[in-house]
């Protein structure tokens, strides 16, 4: 975090050097106007690239206003010290994990102990936030101070994972060699598997307040952060979990599920540095 402070302030203050007039060279305006348009989006990622140049191994970490989605905020100026704002943030990740297993070689007389099959997890997830709301702003020179407050709603899902597995289920393989720690890709003789798993669906709502400040590098183009302070609702529903064994001489698969929950906040302070265009 002290990094990523240190490398805006020192954007600033090396753009500060420049005189604090308003119009450039060609006769540019620096700041927004009435019926301009912005586009923004959180340099955390770049940032955080600096900070571990700057570091060595050490990143940088910040958080925003929208979880680990990056999201774009778009502006649409009412006149000079009031704009609107939308903001929008999407995620879709997808992640497979493989893991090589031995080859259980079911009816071989003599197995080679160096034959593997391989196992996969596939896992994903996925996140849509939208807000709306509206911005103030005070200062007559390029470093631009603002506030003001944005609903904000979220939906998804909390996760989905597929497992495969190289040794089949069998009456006559009834505990199959297959990976039961993904995380140290750890294999056993295993009885009972999850074939998948699925998180419930999530929804989000939050009212919050925001405070910033950012600098007008070039004409149009400026470097700042914001601070959020609100409440706010998260809901997760119901989940399953699909496992398979053998009974009754047949591979049987299970479905259970899992419990959902909820979780209300206050003063979920957040912070993002971002970069705007104006036009």
Do not use: H
């Not at 600033?12 to 912005?38: C, H, M, R, Y």
């Amino acid at each position: 975090m002290k990094k990523t402070v240190l490398v805006v302030a020192l954007a600033i203050g090396v753009t500060g050097a420049f005189a604090q007039d308003l119009t450039s060279k060609k006769g540019e305006k620096f700041l927004p106007e009435a019926n301009d348009w912005s586009i923004g989006f959180d340099a955390t990622p770049a940032l955080n690239a600096v900070g571990r140049v700057m570091g060595g191994s050490q990143g940088t970490s910040m958080s925003n206003p929208f979880g680990s989605t990056q999201y774009i905020v778009g502006k649409m100026f009412k006149d000079e010290k009031t704009a609107y704002r939308a903001a929008l943030g999407i995620n879709f990740g997808s992640t497979t994990t493989k893991n090589n297993v031995y080859d259980d070689q079911v009816g071989v007389a003599t197995p080679d102990p160096t034959k593997t099959v391989e196992d996969s997890w596939k896992s994903s997830t996925n996140s849509i936030t939208i807000g709306a709301g509206i911005e103030k702003r005070r200062g007559t020179t390029r470093l631009q101070g603002y506030y003001g407050g944005m609903l904000m709603i979220n939906f998804g899902n909390s996760g989905s994972n597929t497992y495969t597995y190289g040794n089949a289920m069998s009456t006559t393989n009834a505990a199959p060699t297959s990976t039961t720690n993904w995380s140290s890709k750890t294999a056993a003789a295993s009885a009972s598997r999850t074939t998948e798993s699925k998180g419930g669906s999530t929804f989000g709502l939050g009212l919050n307040g925001f405070i910033g400040a950012e600098y007008f590098v070039a004409p149009k183009i400026a470097v700042g952060a914001e601070y959020w302070w609100g409440i706010g609702f998260s809901s997760t529903g119901e989940g399953s979990m699909t496992s398979e064994t053998i009974s009754a001489g047949a591979v049987k698969s299970t479905s259970t599920k899992m419990a959902g929950g909820s979780s209300f906040n206050i003063g979920n302070s957040v912070s993002a540095v971002m970069v705007n265009f104006y036009f």
